[in-house]
């Protein structure tokens, strides 16, 4: 008697576009979560590239509903109303990036870490290169607080969205801290 496999259902992707405080952002969940942020004039593959290689056989459905919340509140963190997210997340990547990304995670608002900080709490102190790395690869910036990583020396070292971006999340993230005005 021959054995049939069930049929996996077709994985949906769900897919917007935002306009923010600082450029068009796009995004892209799952059923599980937020999983793509795309920076205003950030490089790299895009939303594209992201489906090609983490869901090449996802069916894309242009939806906001699925990403309201995730919107929300990123345009309140961007008008310094949040200094955290409450979302799902889906992050596809090696379990190296993910447990770099968890540390992310971690920082506090308006605080910084060193890339070597970062290698040391993941396990894996000579690995400050391979930090930066998945800092790079980080699919959700802003949420997953890659901004927060800079250089030992306090240099702030590379940004998707770019170095402009970066100061200025940093410092919206330290006013608002110092001032305590933080909701």
């Known amino acids: 008697m021959a054995t049939v496999e069930p049929v996996q259902p077709i994985e949906r992707v769900f897919t917007s576009r935002m306009e923010s405080p600082i450029g068009a952002l796009r995004l892209a969940a799952t059923e599980r979560g937020l999983a793509f942020l795309a ?7 895009g939303l ?7 869901a090449p056989d996802a069916r894309r459905e242009e939806a906001f509903a699925p ?14 109303k949040r200094t955290g997210f409450e979302l799902g997340l889906d992050l ?3 379990a190296f990036q993910r447990a770099v990304w968890r540390q ?4 506090p608002y308006g605080e910084t870490r060193a890339y070597a900080d970062v290698a040391h709490a993941v ?8 930090v930066g790395s998945a ?11 890659c901004h927060r990583v800079i250089a030992s020396g306090g240099k702030l070292g ?6 402009e971006l970066k100061r200025r999340l940093l410092a919206m993230e330290q006013s608002l801290r110092h001032q305590g005005s933080l909701l």
């Not at 594209?48 to 983490?54: C, P």
């Not at 992310?104 to 920082?107: G, V």
């Open 92 to 94: 596809r990547g090696t």
């Open 48 to 54: 594209g590239g992201w489906l090609a290689r983490f």
């Open 158 to 163: 590379g940004y998707g969205g770019g170095l």
């Open 39 to 45: 920076l205003p004039r950030a490089g790299g593959r």
């Open 104 to 107: 992310l995670e971690a920082i």
């Open 135 to 145: 800092n790079g690869a980080n699919p959700v910036p802003i949420v997953v607080p």
């Open 123 to 130: 396990g894996s102190p000579a690995a400050v290169r391979a």
């Open 67 to 80: 990403l309201r919340d995730a919107i929300r509140q990123i345009l309140e963190y961007l008008d310094g």
